[in-house]
């Protein structure tokens, strides 16, 4: 008995002597602690006590990875083919460029928020590789005008992409539709101005549908210059630029309005310009070299979504 007893005690003596050297590797450390407690009826309660300390690298950092890696994890967020701003319902009714416009993923613009320079290199991609369809009202939009229009409710208040777009886009969609900020009916103040051709009262109605119609086109191609003026404020090369004239109708609806000013594509001067709505015999009206021009169909896309 004694011999046992002492060989445990010389056991116990070395076991407590002894500790469970620490397990580390890159991440973690793991330190045992052992407490024995024996009677001397040879009945043992061993209790064992075990902290765990785990310490872990550096965070991996994204902009670690290299620049080709990069936009690829960009062009997956920020690249969906066309981006569009919520159109009304007259957009969405109306305009072709608009069909299946909800059948295009959003863009995941967060991604712009986390520093400047994952900001600088996404928004380069975003604004360069998307087909921008602007609304109906974008000259009256930053960054395409600064101008306060907040007293018109259905002028959105949000810029359509930052300033640096004007530098970097290269694919925009645009509508030369003759729907106008502001009414084109005529108004007392405008029929005074004819008075030096006759009163209102003494006009016959010939005389006052075509001075109201002349008027109205004013207006109208008025309204088209600015979008003309606006669409110059862009520096970069175009690749792509798609013209809807589906709805380029007088105010009064009884002739077109295709003949706009086309000087704003001096400095544009796009690879592609591709053409909607233009009826038959219109062609040879566009101001554009017909060698650039594409006249299709909303169904003949470029920029369409195919299913997988």
Request: net charge negative.
């Amino acid at each position: 008995m004694a011999h046992k007893i002492a060989h445990n005690e010389q056991s116990s003596s070395h076991a407590i002597a002894t500790r469970a050297p620490a397990l580390v590797n890159e991440t973690t450390v793991i330190t045992t602690t052992t407490t024995i407690v024996r009677s001397t009826t040879m009945t043992e309660t061993t209790t064992r006590t075990t902290t765990t300390t785990q310490h872990y690298g550096q965070p991996f950092r994204f902009l670690d990875l290299p620049a080709e890696l990069r936009m690829q994890v960009y062009e997956y967020l920020v690249v969906v083919g066309k981006v569009f701003y919520t159109p009304d319902s007259f957009e969405e009714s109306q305009d072709p460029r608009f069909k299946e416009w909800d059948y295009y993923p959003v863009p995941s613009l967060q991604i712009l928020r986390v520093n400047k320079q994952i900001h600088r290199e996404a928004e380069d991609l975003y604004l360069s590789s998307n087909l921008f369809v602007l609304p109906w009202n974008f000259e009256i939009t930053a960054p395409f005008s600064s101008s306060s229009y907040d007293l018109l409710p259905w002028v959105c208040r949000r810029p359509l992409f930052s300033s640096q777009g004007l530098k970097v886009i290269k694919n925009i969609s645009v509508s030369f539709c003759t729907r106008s900020v502001e009414p084109l009916t005529m108004t007392a103040s405008e029929w005074a101005l004819h008075s030096p051709h006759g009163d209102f009262e003494d006009l016959s109605e010939d005389d006052r549908l075509h001075y109201a119609h002349d008027t109205a086109r004013g207006g109208g191609y008025s309204h088209m210059d600015i979008k003309s003026d606006r669409l110059a404020c862009i520096t970069s090369k175009l690749q792509y630029l798609e013209i809807d004239f589906t709805n380029t109708y007088c105010p009064v609806g009884c002739c077109r309005m295709v003949d706009i000013n086309g000087d704003f594509l001096t400095g544009l001067d796009p690879a592609i310009i591709r053409v909607l709505g233009v009826r038959e015999g219109e062609k040879e009206e566009l101001p554009w070299p017909l060698s650039k021009l594409k006249v299709s169909s909303p169904e003949d896309d470029p920029w369409a979504r195919h299913e997988n």
